[in-house]
């Protein structure tokens, strides 16, 4: 089962993992571009949506590079099945979460969805894995019957900013008790533009939540 869950190549260079390492090995795992803006206090990332929706906190565990580790990573983890990613870095950020002062108040934990037809034909939402370890992290409720994606789109994260803010009707809510007056986190695989994570923080809000932060694996 763990050969599995944990293949024995890594996940960055597809060379041979050894003993004692997990999903990347030792050189990639050095490689990796860290941002981590809750560990440096950089507001890059916050930064990104001011003017645009209020944002209470906001982080990313790595940099995005085109045809960089990162997107390599990202690559596997959406389009070859390699879910382990995610729940690799959930746990990663996750435990960093736990320990930030400014994370403890959050009330829930909520991934951006993808719609239920890419979903059906993917068989699994690449964020999942990586919410729900930083739920666990967190111990707060992981919650994913409330955000839900209603038109379905070509992958974005190439797309040119001004073509990314006609989407705002892509996400509705449900089951708006369960976020009433509560502070999300919401979480996300990449922030790019940071159009998506815009959009779905504004319908969060519209429908009664009191406050928004974000984490994602990376950042471009």
């Known amino acids: 089962m763990l050969n599995v869950l944990f293949p024995k190549c890594c996940n960055g260079c597809s060379g041979k993992l050894v003993s004692g390492e997990i999903v990347l090995c030792t050189k990639c795992l050095h490689d990796l571009p860290l941002l981590a803006h ?7 990332m916050k930064d990104v949506f001011f003017g645009r929706v209020a944002v209470e906190n906001a982080t990313a565990l790595l940099k995005f590079h085109k045809k ?5 990573l990202l690559h596997n983890l959406k389009y070859r099945g390699r879910e382990q990613i995610g729940v ?19 009330s829930c934990i909520i ?69 009433m007056g509560k502070h999300i986190l919401l979480v996300d695989d990449i922030v790019t533009t940071g ?22 694996i990376a950042m471009a």
């Open 38 to 44: 809750h560990k440096t206090g950089s507001t890059a």
């Open 111 to 179: 991934p951006v969805p993808i719609h239920k037809l890419k979903k059906r034909k993917r068989g699994y939402n690449q964020v999942t894995g990586f919410a729900r370890e930083i739920a666990e992290a967190l111990e707060k409720p992981f919650i994913e019957d409330v955000l839900l994606k209603t038109n379905k789109t070509t992958s974005q994260v190439f797309k040119q900013r001004l073509t990314r803010f006609g989407n705002e009707e892509l996400f509705s809510v449900t089951n708006q008790q369960k976020i």
């Open 195 to 216: 159009a998506t994570l815009e959009n779905c923080s504004n319908k969060l809000l519209a429908a009664g939540a009191s406050k928004i932060s974000l984490a994602t």
């Open 68 to 72: 960089g580790l990162t997107q390599q």
């Open 88 to 106: 690799y870095f959930g746990k990663w950020l996750g435990t960093e979460l736990a320990e930030t002062k400014l994370y403890q108040n959050v």
